[in-house]
């Protein structure tokens, strides 16, 4: 059965700080990896990870997949309160597109 | 464990014609969430419902339609269909119990072709 986890379920840090959240993942045709932040209603589109060890950076975020290893990381650094969110790791299969999805990450910065 | 089951997999629909979608929440799961992603693009929120009542409304055109129903599941009936609504649709389902952060848990998705 095709599974994505995500860890930890939640986290609270403060503002500042550095925080690195974990996606693994067990699937049939893995075609790409992707990171979303939702923040009240749907999510937003990240990064969109297919290669090993290619680091994609946006600002004070970066991530990282590890397709020997199985999964992936998102981090963040330098946090800000805006920064609260539920981070989505959904990877996408490569036989029909489909998505698997985490169950997300409660990210809480406090000021 | 039981996940969020969607049904059908995957539909192909003519324009004009009508389209039901079914969402089965994970057992004890009392909010179900509605979401269409289009080719590239995020996935919008249309509508949710918390213990049987629409809880919130997003961008839900005035052709689509849902409900959930007394056993939580819940079903988007969409009419009229647009090539434009060719997408994924996903279900989410969370329960609020608790008060404290209770994860949503996405379906696989039905996969909309309208020709």
């Known amino acids: 059965e095709d599974k994505v986890v995500q860890s930890p379920l939640s986290l609270v840090v403060h503002e500042g700080d550095t925080v690195t959240l974990n996606c693994s993942y067990e699937v049939t045709n893995f075609r790409s990896l992707l990171w979303y932040k939702q923040e009240k209603k749907a999510p937003t589109f990240l990064f969109m990870l297919t290669s090993s060890g290619i680091e994609k950076k946006s600002g004070r975020l970066s991530s990282i997949l590890d397709k020997k290893e199985l999964f992936s990381i998102l981090n963040i650094t330098a946090t800000q309160t805006g920064d609260s969110a539920v981070y989505l790791c959904a990877v996408v299969l490569d036989s029909n597109y489909q998505l698997i999805w985490g169950a997300g990450t409660k990210l809480i910065i406090k000021p | 464990a039981a996940g969020v089951i969607q049904s059908p997999r995957h539909l192909i629909k003519e324009k004009r014609e009508t389209a039901t979608l079914k969402c089965y929440p994970i057992p004890r799961h009392d909010t179900v969430y509605w979401y269409q992603q289009g080719p590239g693009q995020d996935p919008q929120f249309l509508i949710s419902f918390y213990e049987k009542m629409q809880s919130d409304k997003g961008s839900i055109p005035d052709r689509f339609s849902a409900q959930q129903f007394s056993d939580y599941h819940s079903e988007l009936n969409m009419s009229s269909l647009e090539l434009g609504d060719s997408a994924l649709y996903f279900c989410?389902?969370?329960?609020?119990?608790?008060?404290?952060?209770?994860?949503?848990?996405f379906g696989p998705g039905t996969r909309l072709t309208v020709l």
């Open positions: 989410a389902s969370r329960t609020l119990a608790g008060g404290s952060y209770n994860e949503q848990f």
